[in-house]
């Protein structure tokens, strides 16, 4: 007889992979992202047979036209957490300024910086998407001010991803190792498919727009032309896989190994990808599984944060392409 499955409520009950001291809380907090990445799933499964495909007319924060269902995944986030009881501010790619719960209503000690539908060019054309989750822990009084939710990527408390693929998965960290679950749309639980996953150490596989790589310092494409060259021992070289959607690359990575890479440009240094809810929680959750991420100069969880929507070059995956990546770009090879 196959062992009964682990969900996620139980897993996180049992192994106490939560923060110290707040197993029930965190669980609770994790199952309502759940909820919000199988309401997305559910619009996604059906959307070229809605009307939710396109754009809004909107242009966001980050000077990028707004997809429908970018304000889709963005309102589940605020319904579900409105009134959950479980956090005290909330920050969105979509949203210029955090979201602060009134004083009278019910709130807890979370925080939550998220990218509520990562890879939004893919929406039209039934490719992969992701939604991406920074978690920290308030410990003032009262609730948050802006400044005390912009904190660097170590006072993470956890991070997690929901991949809309193929099927949906929730991967998460709470700084004890990262564990997988797969959605059972049949039961409507998300279910233990990858426990403790672990990267390894080097891989075969890039992952980068390198329809970019003409605006990349040099450091860089020397860096790109190396993984290209066959391997002295054995004649391989590396293979490219792109689908525009940072969660789906990066998982693609986390499991098989290798390197992605959003690198700086030459007049654009501090490249594409937002700091706050894209590279830290996807860092914590790398580095949890044995992998490394860097801006190229310094560890992505040590750059000291200064505004709410920062970007940041992100270079993350395995260990071995990653320092290699480093030495190129520091001049070192
Ligand atoms: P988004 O969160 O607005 O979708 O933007 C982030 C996306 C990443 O998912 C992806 O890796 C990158 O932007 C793709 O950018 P490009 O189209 O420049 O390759
Ligand atoms: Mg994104």
């Not at 920074?134 to 904190?151: A, K, T």
């Not at 891989?203 to 860096?223: C, D, I, L, M």
């Not at 260990?319 to 480093?326: F, I, M, Q, T, Y």
Request: net charge neutral; with cysteine; glycine share 12%.
């Amino acid at each position: 007889m196959r062992p009964s499955p682990v969900t996620l409520t139980r897993f996180i009950l049992e192994k106490q992979a939560a923060p110290p001291g707040a197993a029930g809380e965190f669980s609770a907090l994790m199952a309502q992202i759940g909820l919000v990445g199988k309401m997305i799933a559910q619009v996604l499964r059906r959307a070229g047979l809605v009307n939710v495909l396109g754009v809004t007319g909107e242009i966001n924060v980050q000077g990028e036209a707004v997809k429908k269902l970018d304000e889709l995944a963005n309102e589940t986030f605020l319904k579900v957490f409105h009134h959950s009881g479980l956090v005290c501010a909330l920050a969105s790619e979509e949203l210029e300024k955090p979201v602060h719960l009134p004083e009278n209503w019910p709130h807890g000690r979370y925080v939550l910086l998220f990218d509520p539908l990562d890879g939004s060019s893919n929406t039209d054309v039934n490719m992969p998407l992701g939604t991406i989750v920074s978690v920290l822990r308030y410990e003032g009084s009262g609730l948050p001010s802006e400044p005390e939710m912009i904190r660097k990527g170590t006072r993470q408390v956890a991070a997690c991803y929901l991949l809309y693929g193929s099927s949906t998965m929730l991967v998460f960290t709470a700084g004890q190792g990262v564990q997988g679950f797969t959605l059972d749309p049949g039961v409507g639980e998300y279910l233990l498919s990858h426990e403790n996953i672990r990267m390894p150490r080097a891989g075969k596989v890039y992952s980068a727009n390198e329809g970019n790589s003409r605006k990349w310092p040099s450091g860089t494409r020397q860096f790109m032309e190396y993984l290209k060259a066959p391997d002295k021992a054995t004649g391989g070289t590396y293979s490219a896989r792109y689908t525009g959607c940072l969660v789906a690359d990066v998982h693609r990575i986390l499991l098989g190994g290798g390197i992605y890479l959003y690198p700086g440009e030459t007049d654009k240094p501090e490249g594409k990808l937002r700091l706050l809810y894209e590279a830290n929680p996807l860092a914590m959750v790398v580095e949890q599984a044995g992998g490394q991420a860097s801006t190229g100069t310094m560890r992505v969880l040590e750059v000291e944060p200064k505004t709410l929507h920062q970007r940041v070059p992100l270079i993350i995956g395995s260990r071995e392409e990653v320092s290699l990546a480093e030495d190129f770009i520091q001049g070192r090879r």
